[in-house]
Structure formats: structure tokens, C-alpha cells
């Protein structure tokens, strides 16, 4: 599925820009991410699949901060580095 390979690619560059300052875990929110990458999270067109690619990329460790039901947009804490 082509945009959710383009939000799992745009999550993965923000965990790496993270992990190459050091950083040990990273908050991301799905509209800041769904924006980032140049669409406008009113638009619930690809909102699903942006949620969807950051559910998962979710490993043993990360945390669920905010529900994707909740207006404000998902969001979730990931630990870094990432492992493979």
C-alpha cells in the first residue's frame, strides 16, 4: 500500500533523526506526522492509514499515549534506538 509505505517512511526518518541526536525515546502525533509529510489532517482521507503505519511500527516498550478515536490525533512514545 503506497501511502502507508509513505507514512512508515516518514515516521522511520523522524525516529532516526532522533536516534542520530542521542535521543532515547520520541513522541510522535499522527496529524504532526500526516502534516510533515505535506497532507492536512482535517482531510480524514489518509488519517487511517497514517494511524495505521504508526500502530505498526510499535514494539515491546512503546507506549500509547493518546487513542487515534481522540480528536487531538494519536500519539505514541517510542523507544530508540529501534531495533531491527
Keep these: 500500500m503506497v501511502i502507508m509505505d509513505l507514512f512508515r517512511q516518514g515516521l522511520l526518518a ?4 532522533a536516534t542520530h541526536h542521542g ?3 520520541v513522541l ?3 496529524g504532526e506526522l500526516y502534516r510533515s509529510l ?6 480524514t482521507h489518509g488519517m487511517p ?14 507506549v500509547l ?5 481522540n480528536g487531538a490525533g494519536m500519539t505514541v512514545r517510542y523507544l530508540l534506538p529501534r531495533s531491527t
Design 14 to 17: 523522524q525516529m532516526e533523526r
Design 23 to 25: 535521543r532515547i525515546d
Design 28 to 30: 510522535i502525533n499522527s
Design 38 to 43: 505535506g497532507g492536512y489532517p482535517g482531510s
Design 49 to 62: 492509514f497514517c494511524c495505521d503505519a504508526m500502530e505498526a511500527e510499535m514494539k515491546l516498550g512503546d
Design 65 to 69: 499515549l493518546i487513542e487515534r478515536a
